[in-house]
């Protein structure tokens, strides 16, 4: 429910109405509403800060998926790139980076000041084939090193699934992952 809306924002919302409710119940001595805006309000703010704090936003798209990609998808993507879509497409709680376990695991994160940082992605057809595109900033690891790790990206991301990267600039990576199971 809350994939596409921060939770964070909500408990912040929720929990600094809840303390206006209180405090004015607290000014006007209603004892009933004092207690719920406090005891109900101020936990609530507290965690919405905390969720803030904690809060990683979702990545957008760089240019809309259309109609006959959607199609496409729903026919060939399988259940990994799906999964990967999801999660980097919603508001994450607790980690430092989208994919930062998946680029540690590839050998693409020595650490966390030079990991790889995923900007946007996009979908599209290939060869009649439904493509994810993870459009990476990546400025501490080389492209080369990037070539390297395709066989393991391949073998990671499934079966049914070409990983191919591509430099689009100097430090601009495009990991691209081509269902091959149409």
């Known amino acids: 429910m809350f994939g596409k809306f921060s939770l964070g924002t909500f408990c912040l919302i929720v929990g ?19 207690l719920a805006g406090f005891f ?19 990545i957008p798209f760089s240019q809309p998926t259309s109609p006959d990609i959607l199609a496409l998808r729903e026919k060939q993507a399988t259940s990994t790139l799906n999964q ?12 430092s980076a989208h994919l930062d376990e998946v680029l540690k695991r590839l050998g693409l994160a020595p650490n966390d000041e030079q990991r790889p940082v995923l900007t946007s992605l996009r979908e599209m057809m290939i060869d009649n084939n439904y493509a994810l595109i993870l459009e990476f900033d990546s400025p501490f690891i080389p492209f080369t090193t990037w070539q390297e790790k395709e066989e393991k990206m391949t073998t990671f991301f499934g079966p049914g699934v ?17 269902c091959t199971n149409a």
């Not at 119940?25 to 509403?33: G, P, Q, W």
């Not at 990967?84 to 980690?95: F, P």
């Open 16 to 34: 600094g109405t809840l303390m206006i409710v209180g405090t004015i119940a607290y000014i006007t001595d209603n004892a009933t509403l004092n």
């Open 40 to 58: 109900y309000g101020l936990p609530l703010l507290l965690g919405g800060f905390a969720l803030k704090a904690a809060e990683l936003k979702p």
């Open 84 to 95: 990967v879509r999801e999660d980097v497409t919603r508001y994450r709680y607790g980690q």
């Open 162 to 178: 070409q990983a191919q990267v591509t430099a689009t600039t100097e430090n601009k990576i495009d990991l691209t992952l081509v």
